[in-house]
């Protein structure tokens, strides 16, 4: 039986050693980690290989559930693919494993409060931002498209179907570009 320890965490600030530390003293054989968000699989490479790789009588380990994902959905279907392949997930926050009929109930009840959690970081998120906007303080984040050489270009006659293949971005883009200039 080998375990394979993944540590994940959101944001490129953010530090990983804490997690690489305990999945090393939970005597993980591997440990592989990324920098991207739990908020679905897509665009989770390690996680992806250490799943392919996984073999019968393996054991995948994390610190917290929620580092495996946020999403109920996804936590549950990683767990029902692990469990399709022989394997299990265990969690060192609280201790359990997959392997157990307990765990199973635990992983699904730990998914939801993962899922609950992320909504409500959603709505803090989203009420400090209309906090800063009625302040004056919150100006959102810069335009990533260049409207004043959209206009510019469309004054001096270009298309807006010219001007989104010159620029490679959607002809939509020019229009809303424009609309907002």
Known sequence: ???YGYARVSTHDQDLETQKTRLSAARCD???????????REGRDELAIL????RPGDELVVVKLDRLGRSTRDV???????DAKGAALRVLEPE?????DTGRILVTVLGMVAEMERTFIADRQRAGIEKAKKAGVYKGREAKMPVGT??????AGESPTKIAADLKISRMSVYRALKSA
Do not use: C, P, Q, Y
């Open 96 to 100: 359990f494993t997959t392997g157990t």
């Open 76 to 82: 549950l279907n990683l767990v029902h693919e692990l």
């Open 30 to 40: 591997l440990v592989r980690s990324e920098k991207v968000s739990g908020k679905s």
């Open 150 to 155: 959209i206009r510019a270009r469309h004054d």
């Open 1 to 3: 039986m080998a375990r």
């Open 51 to 54: 799943i392919d790789f996984i």
